[in-house]
C-alpha cells in the first residue's frame, strides 16, 4: 500500500505544481530585493483581494505583506458575510460518524469552542476542550468576565485531501503517517500547496439582552470588530450553548506554499486586545479586552500578575502528589504550602493539566481548570510580553489606506499584524525566521506561553505524533502531523483503516476529488 501511494502522491505533486487542484497562479521566481509595497498597491490588495502563491521577495518584509494579502482574501465579504464564515466547520470535516461531505462553502451558523486536545482533561459532563487555549488548557477569560471562544476552518484545497485520504480517521491518520501496524515507516501525510488553516479566537461582545449582562447596561461598540452571530457552546459554566454577537480578536493564518512547505504562519490581533507589558500605552476609548489598568489584588492572591491564570475554584492537591511535583527540578513553580493552588504564573502554566507520575507508577492529575465551577470567573490580566516591531511600519501604513477607504473594509483598520514566522527554504536543516523575533505569539492563543522560543509553530513540527485510541487519550501532543493544527479535531478515534478504501480515496484526491 505504502508504495502505491507514494506513486499516488507523485502525481498528485505534478497536479498542484500545475495550478489544477486549486487554480493556482504560475509560481514565479523569489525577488531577492526587499519589499515596500505603495499605498496604490496596498489599496489593490484591499479592492480586488487574491491570495499570492508565495512572498515577492525574501526579506522579512515580503512576509508581512503577504499575511496582510491573506486577510484580505479571507475576510473578503461575500453576500455580506466574511468569506471564510462559509467555509465547513470543522465537525463537518470530522465528524462523530460517517464520511465528510464532499466541500460546499455556504454561511453556515458558527460554532465556537478549541481543539479537541483540551479532552485529556478528563472532565465530567462539561467538556473542558471548548474554551481551553491550546498547550496550557486553561480558558482566557476577558475582563466582563467571559471566556474567549475558538475556531478552526480550512480552505477547500485542505478539505479535500483531508476528506478524500480518509485523514478524518484516526486509524487512517496513523496508517499514512506511518504510524500503523500494517505498513510503518515515513509519514506520507503532505497537505498540498495552497493550503489554508485559520485558527480565530473570539470575545462575546455586550448586547444588553445575554444571561450576565449588568444594569444598567451600555452595548458595545460592534463596529469596532470583524463581527459574526453563531453559539458558544458552553456559554459560561452555568450557561449551555447560545446564540451570540462574536468579535474576532485573534487569528492564526497558516499557509503551505510551493516554496514553503513547513508553512508560512501568521498571526493578527485586535488593536484593543491588551497592551504591552514593558510599557502600558494608554487604554482605547472602551478600555482594554484583555486588561485592566486599575485591577485590585486586596487578598494577594496574584490575580493581577501579567498573563497569570487564576482558578475561581482554587485547586487543592493532595499532599503526595504536591510533594511528588515539587521534587521535580524540571517544575519551575512549586505549589506554595498548604497544597492550594489560585494563581500560575504564566511560564508555569504549561507544567500542569499533564499527568504527575507517582513513584509507584501510577499517574496523577494536577488540573488547573475546573470546568464544573460556577464561581464568577477571574479576567486575566493580559500584556504582550514581545512587542511589535518588525511589521509595525506596515502596519500603520495599511491603516491609513483601510481609513481612507472607508467602506466595509475599514474595520479591519483595528486589527495589526503581530508578526509571521517561516522557514528558510534551504539546506537539510531549515532555521525559523526572522531570527530577531521568532518567539512571536497571539496574546488571545497563546496568553500563557509567550514565551517560547520557537512561538506559535512550536507545538506544531513537521513529525508526527499518533492519533490516539480514545477521546480521554487526546491530549495536546496528539494527532500531529506536516505542521498543521487541525487534525487534533478528530473524533473518529480508534477501530481499523480500510487500507483499499483508503489508496482509492487519495488516487481520486490526486485526480482532482470527485464529488461523491
Not at 179 to 184: F, K, V, Y
Request: hydrophobic share 35%.
Amino acid at each position: 500500500m505504502l508504495m502505491s501511494l507514494r506513486r499516488v502522491f507523485l502525481i498528485a505533486a505534478g497536479l498542484i505544481a500545475a495550478g489544477v487542484l486549486w487554480g493556482c497562479r504560475a509560481e514565479t521566481p523569489a525577488a531577492q530585493t526587499a519589499c515596500a509595497a505603495s499605498d496604490a498597491e496596498i489599496q489593490a490588495w484591499i479592492e480586488t483581494p487574491t491570495l499570492p502563491d508565495n512572498p515577492a521577495g525574501t526579506d522579512p518584509a515580503c512576509f508581512f505583506e503577504l499575511a496582510w494579502q491573506e486577510l484580505f482574501a479571507v475576510t473578503q465579504r461575500e453576500k455580506g458575510v466574511p468569506r471564510f464564515t462559509a467555509w465547513p466547520p470543522d465537525r463537518v470535516l470530522f465528524p462523530e460518524a460517517g464520511s465528510p461531505p464532499p466541500w460546499k462553502a455556504a454561511p453556515a451558523g458558527m460554532i465556537f469552542r478549541q481543539l479537541r486536545k483540551g479532552l485529556g482533561l478528563r472532565s465530567g459532563h462539561v467538556d473542558a476542550d471548548i474554551v481551553t487555549e491550546a498547550a496550557a488548557l486553561t480558558p482566557l477569560t476577558d475582563q466582563r468576565g467571559r471566556w474567549a471562544h475558538y475556531s478552526v476552518v480550512v480552505n477547500q484545497n485542505e478539505y479535500e485531501y483531508i476528506r478524500c485520504c480518509d485523514l478524518y480517521q484516526g486509524a487512517c491518520f496513523n496508517e499514512m503517517a506511518g504510524l500503523g501496524e500494517q505498513h510503518p515507516g515515513t509519514s506520507l501525510i503532505d497537505r498540498p500547496d495552497a493550503s489554508i488553516e485559520l485558527k480565530m479566537a473570539w470575545r462575546v461582545l455586550e448586547t444588553c439582552d445575554l444571561p450576565d449582562s449588568p444594569v444598567p447596561c451600555v452595548p458595545e461598540d460592534a463596529s469596532r470588530y470583524l463581527t459574526v452571530m453563531g453559539e458558544v457552546d458552553p456559554y459560561s459554566a452555568q450557561v449551555p450553548g447560545r446564540k451570540v454577537k462574536l468579535g474576532l480578536v485573534g487569528m492564526h493564518i497558516v499557509q503551505k506554499t510551493s516554496r514553503y512547505k513547513d508553512s508560512i504562519w501568521a498571526t493578527f490581533e485586535h488593536v484593543d486586545n491588551a497592551p504591552g507589558c514593558a510599557q502600558k500605552a494608554d487604554p482605547p476609548p472602551s478600555g482594554w479586552s484583555f486588561f485592566n489598568p486599575d485591577c485590585q489584588d486586596p487578598d494577594k492572591t496574584g490575580r493581577c500578575e501579567a498573563n497569570a491564570y487564576c482558578a475561581p475554584c482554587p485547586v487543592q492537591v493532595p499532599a503526595d502528589v504536591a510533594e511528588t511535583f515539587n521534587a521535580n527540578p524540571k517544575n519551575t513553580w512549586k505549589i506554595p504550602p498548604g497544597n492550594v493552588i489560585t494563581c500560575v504564573p504564566a511560564e508555569a502554566t504549561i507544567e500542569f493539566n499533564k499527568p504527575v507520575k507517582m513513584a509507584d507508577g501510577t499517574e496523577r492529575w494536577i488540573n488547573l481548570f475546573d470546568p464544573e465551577c460556577t464561581r464568577p470567573t477571574i479576567p486575566t490580566q493580559v500584556c504582550r510580553s514581545e512587542p511589535i516591531a518588525l511589521a509595525a511600519p506596515l502596519n500603520e501604513q495599511v491603516r491609513r489606506v483601510l481609513v481612507r477607504l472607508g467602506g466595509d473594509t475599514a474595520v479591519l483598520a483595528n486589527y495589526e499584524l503581530a508578526g509571521a514566522l517561516w522557514y528558510d527554504s534551504g539546506g537539510a536543516n531549515p532555521v525559523l525566521q526572522p531570527e530577531t523575533e521568532t518567539a512571536l505569539s497571539n496574546t488571545t492563543m497563546e496568553t500563557y506561553l509567550q514565551s517560547l522560543n520557537e512561538g506559535c509553530v512550536t507545538c506544531h513540527s513537521l513529525g508526527v505524533e499518533p492519533a490516539p485510541e480514545t477521546k480521554e487519550e487526546m491530549l495536546f501532543n496528539s494527532t500531529l502531523a506536516d505542521r498543521s493544527l487541525v487534525f487534533q479535531q478528530m473524533r473518529q478515534l480508534g477501530g481499523k483503516c480500510d487500507s483499499t478504501k483508503q489508496e482509492t480515496s487519495c488516487k481520486a484526491w490526486s485526480e482532482g476529488c470527485p464529488g461523491g
